[in-house]
């Protein structure tokens, strides 16, 4: 056997490390746990990612998922993983709350089915991220449980709604969360915070039981909703995908399929307005995934106005191939159209980050992610999005998988 690793090297190390380590026993689930609890300890007063931390049941889990694994029923590479669930989703046993006071009580009976879909994997629920009040912001400074902190840096926004899944995952305080995405949602934060976020094709993944009971959200909201994961890496993504989401044809795995040397045909977008160190951060970008072999030209984004309704939606997206990827496999452009905003710039208005690059995905139910892409002049991170065709998610994150490996950029993270 090989030697032990001492769990506090771990907490920034890849999902897809951290479980080859157990599967090698050389790092049990409860140390893991156990390291991962303390570290929530020591950075949640500074960071509030967390609105429920699930330490008694965490532990339980733990323990079970040693036993498991030294009795040689490992599951795959979920399996003692500790993960946070964005507090949408119900979580049997463990409240649900959605950041609104209304709901600061409420104890669901029975778990979501991607919930449910992690723990039959083995992924051990270490508590419940905090969010911007159901989900209706994009700064995440607005939770009856208190706005979550930018880990790189306290003066400026989070990104929302999944302002806690980013920020913990960006801190080392779990290696994977699901959330949700219906503007922009989970792949806002992830670039605020310098992680991956991603949003599979409308329907990808499971999302029954997010506020099970509950009034149902409104028809734009549920055309417009999608889960998201975040992970920092995507290799990551695609090893919690395997737990999710149907497999991709022609490939055993999520993961199998990132190595696929499929050319892609990458457009730039060309109209979009930003600032100046996103568009260089941009630049930067293109030309690193043409050094990696891609046809790259140039592609308009075909951006929605959502004050038009959604009537026309189910049509839209029957022809948006047709108009936006005739000539392209995917479209990149960047995740924000601004840097990071500072907590005082973003104070007062709930939407201050604007989804207007992100939007348009979540409209026409196209499979996208955000991966880090540099810094502006602050050192806080940026993102680069990735879109791709309806259903075609194994390009997407082909794509931001070649990208990321090429860049190295996501080898950085905020200090403790």
């Given at each position: 056997?090989?030697?032990?690793?001492?769990?506090?090297?771990?907490?920034?190390?890849?999902?897809?490390?951290?479980?080859?380590?157990?599967?090698?026993?050389?790092?049990?689930?409860?140390?893991?746990?156990?390291?991962?609890?303390?570290?929530?300890?020591?950075?949640?007063?500074?960071?509030?990612?967390?609105?429920?931390v699930?330490?008694?049941?965490?532990?339980?889990?733990?323990?079970?998922?040693e036993?498991?694994?030294?009795?040689?029923?490992?599951?795959?590479?979920?399996?003692?993983?500790?993960?946070?669930?964005?507090?949408?989703?119900?979580?049997?046993?463990?409240?649900?709350?959605?950041?609104?006071?209304?709901?600061?009580?409420?104890?669901?009976?029975?778990?979501?089915?991607?919930?449910?879909?992690?723990?039959?994997?083995?992924?051990?629920?270490?508590g419940?991220?905090?969010?911007?009040?159901?989900?209706?912001?994009?700064?995440?400074?607005?939770?009856?449980?208190?706005?979550?902190?930018?880990?790189?840096?306290?003066?400026?926004?989070?990104?929302?709604?999944?302002?806690?899944?980013?920020?913990a995952?960006?801190?080392?305080?779990?290696?994977?969360?699901?959330?949700?995405?219906?503007?922009g949602?989970?792949?806002?934060?992830?670039?605020?915070?310098?992680?991956?976020?991603?949003?599979?094709?409308?329907?990808?993944?499971?999302?029954?039981?997010?506020?099970?009971?509950?009034?149902?959200?409104?028809?734009?909201?549920?055309?417009?909703?999608?889960?998201?994961?975040?992970?920092?890496?995507?290799?990551?993504?695609?090893?919690?995908?395997?737990?999710?989401?149907?497999?991709?044809?022609?490939?055993?795995?999520?993961?199998?399929?990132?190595?696929?040397?499929?050319?892609?045909?990458?457009?730039?977008?060309?109209?979009?307005?930003?600032?100046?160190?996103?568009?260089?951060?941009?630049?930067?970008?293109?030309?690193?995934?043409?050094?990696c072999?891609?046809?790259?030209n140039?592609?308009?984004?075909?951006?929605?106005?959502?004050?038009?309704?959604?009537?026309?939606?189910?049509?839209?997206?029957?022809?948006?191939?047709?108009?936006?990827?005739?000539?392209?496999?995917?479209?990149?452009?960047?995740?924000?159209?601004?840097?990071?905003?500072?907590?005082?710039?973003?104070?007062?208005?709930?939407?201050?980050?604007?989804?207007?690059?992100?939007?348009?995905?979540?409209?026409?139910?196209?499979?996208?992610?955000?991966v880090?892409?540099?810094?502006?002049?602050?050192?806080?991170?940026?993102?680069?999005?990735?879109v791709?065709?309806?259903?075609?998610?194994?390009?997407?994150?082909?794509?931001?998988?070649?990208?990321?490996?090429?860049?190295?950029?996501?080898?950085?993270?905020?200090?403790?």
């Open positions: 056997m090989k030697a032990s690793i001492a769990p506090e090297t771990t907490a920034l190390r890849s999902l897809a490390d951290v479980g080859e380590l157990i599967r090698q026993r050389r790092i049990s689930p409860v140390e893991l746990v156990t390291s991962c609890l303390e570290r929530i300890e020591r950075l949640q007063p500074r960071l509030n990612a967390f609105i429920t699930a330490a008694g049941a965490a532990l339980a889990a733990a323990k079970a998922a036993a498991d694994i030294q009795q040689g029923r490992w599951k795959g590479p979920l399996h003692g993983i500790p993960v946070g669930i964005k507090d949408l989703y119900d979580t049997a046993g463990l409240r649900t709350t959605a950041a609104f006071e209304h709901f600061k009580n409420r104890v669901p009976g029975k778990d979501a089915v991607a919930v449910e879909a992690l723990k039959t994997a083995g992924a051990i629920v270490i419940k991220t905090n969010m911007h009040t159901l989900g209706t912001g994009t700064t995440g400074l607005e939770s009856f449980f208190g706005p979550v902190k930018n880990p790189w840096n306290a003066d400026c926004i989070p990104g929302g709604s999944s302002s806690g899944s980013a920020a995952v960006a801190s080392g305080l779990c290696y994977a969360t699901l959330d949700t995405d219906a503007i949602s989970c792949r806002l934060p992830a670039a605020c915070c310098g992680v991956v976020g991603y949003k599979g094709s409308y329907g990808a993944i499971d999302m029954t039981g997010i506020l099970a009971g509950e009034r149902p959200p409104d028809e734009m909201i549920r055309w417009l909703s999608h889960a998201g994961l975040c992970t920092r890496s995507v290799r990551d993504t695609a090893l919690v995908l395997d737990v999710l989401a149907a497999r991709p044809q022609g490939v055993g795995t999520w993961h199998d399929a990132l190595a696929d040397d499929r050319q892609l045909s990458v457009g730039v977008a060309d109209t979009v307005t930003v600032d100046r160190d996103v568009a260089t951060a941009l630049e930067n970008a293109v030309d690193t995934i043409r050094a072999g891609c046809h790259m140039t592609a308009t984004v075909p951006f929605v106005d959502l004050r038009k309704g959604i009537a026309n939606i189910e049509r839209d997206r029957r022809a948006i191939c047709d108009q936006a990827f005739k000539q392209i496999d995917l479209l990149v452009l960047p995740t924000t159209p601004t840097p990071t905003l500072t907590v005082k710039h973003a104070a007062s208005n709930p939407q201050a980050l604007s989804p207007e690059l992100t939007m348009f995905a979540n409209y026409y139910g196209l499979p996208a992610v955000s880090p892409c540099g810094f502006d002049g602050r050192g806080l991170p940026l993102g680069l999005q990735i791709g065709k309806p259903g075609d998610d194994r390009a997407v994150l082909q794509l931001a998988y070649r990208y990321e490996q090429a860049a190295g950029i996501s080898t950085r993270h905020p200090i403790d």
